[in-house]
């Protein structure tokens, strides 16, 4: 069976430094790969999706950026963080036009 | 460009009450609807779709769903909530013709029951 994994789970950070999230599927291959920020109130925005490895497009103009090294692996990277990306991201996958398999998230603070 | 819209941010209800939640969206071509759940603590996972066909969809643990085409609605229903139904409901619209199956996701309602 496929499962998604994420880590870290939470994370505290201070303003101006690096970030790096990462997001693994297993038991799938070649599957598109999504990152949303979810914010309270104001349900989940899609930051970028994948469609295989080096393919990366971005939903809206932020401090972040994402990266997929391989087939089921996403990476979500900034190089210096803003008071404005905390928040809760989450992870999915889907094998095509079906639903999206979520994964359980990180918490990120940023101080 | 699509949008989703729930019109319910809030919604408390004792235990034995029926739910409706509403959820529009806009878009002018061919969707594929979704309800998705999150409860306290966990992973959001799908309560139910609507690709075609019956626009009455069942998912589980009794939701179930109307797709009105000619009111661009996809309004969640349960007859009877009970308190495990604690949770955040979130409407999403995919786009058949786009690419990448991207999804659109309402705001999102927090449903309390209360016993």
């Known amino acids: 069976s496929q499962t998604i994994h994420q880590w870290p789970a939470t994370l505290v950070q201070p303003v101006g430094s690096p970030l790096s999230l990462e997001c693994t599927v297993e038991?799938?291959?070649?599957?598109?790969l999504y990152w949303y920020r979810q914010a309270a109130g104001r349900g989940l925005q899609l930051l970028f999706y994948?469609?295989?490895?080096?393919?990366i497009s971005s939903e809206v103009p932020q401090n972040l950026s994402a990266s997929r090294p391989q087939d089921r692996q996403f990476i979500l990277s900034s190089k210096k963080l803003l008071l404005s990306d905390s928040g809760f991201y989450l992870c999915?996958?889907?094998?095509?036009?079906?639903?999206?398999?979520f994964g359980p998230g990180t918490r990120l603070t940023v101080l | 460009a699509q949008s989703v819209s729930q019109h319910n941010h809030h919604v408390i209800l004792s235990e034995a009450a029926s739910l409706e939640l509403g959820c529009n969206y806009s878009?002018?071509?061919?969707?594929?609807l979704f309800w998705y759940v999150q409860y306290p603590g966990q992973h959001l996972q799908l309560l139910l779709k609507?690709?075609?066909?019956?626009?009455l969809v069942k998912g589980i643990k009794g939701f179930e769903a109307e797709f009105i085409k000619s009111k661009f609605s996809f309004n969640l229903r349960k007859p009877s909530v009970q308190w495990s139904d604690t949770a955040e409901y979130f409407c999403?619209?995919?786009?058949?013709?786009?690419?990448?199956?991207?999804?659109?996701f309402g705001t999102g309602t927090q449903l309390k029951v209360e016993l």
């Open positions: 999915a996958w889907t094998s095509g036009i079906d639903e999206q398999f």
């Open positions: 038991g799938t291959s070649n599957p598109n």
């Open positions: 994948s469609v295989g490895i080096g393919q």
């Open positions: 878009y002018g071509g061919t969707v594929n």
């Open positions: 609507y690709f075609s066909g019956d626009p």
């Open positions: 999403a619209v995919s786009s058949v013709t786009g690419g990448g199956n991207k999804l659109t």
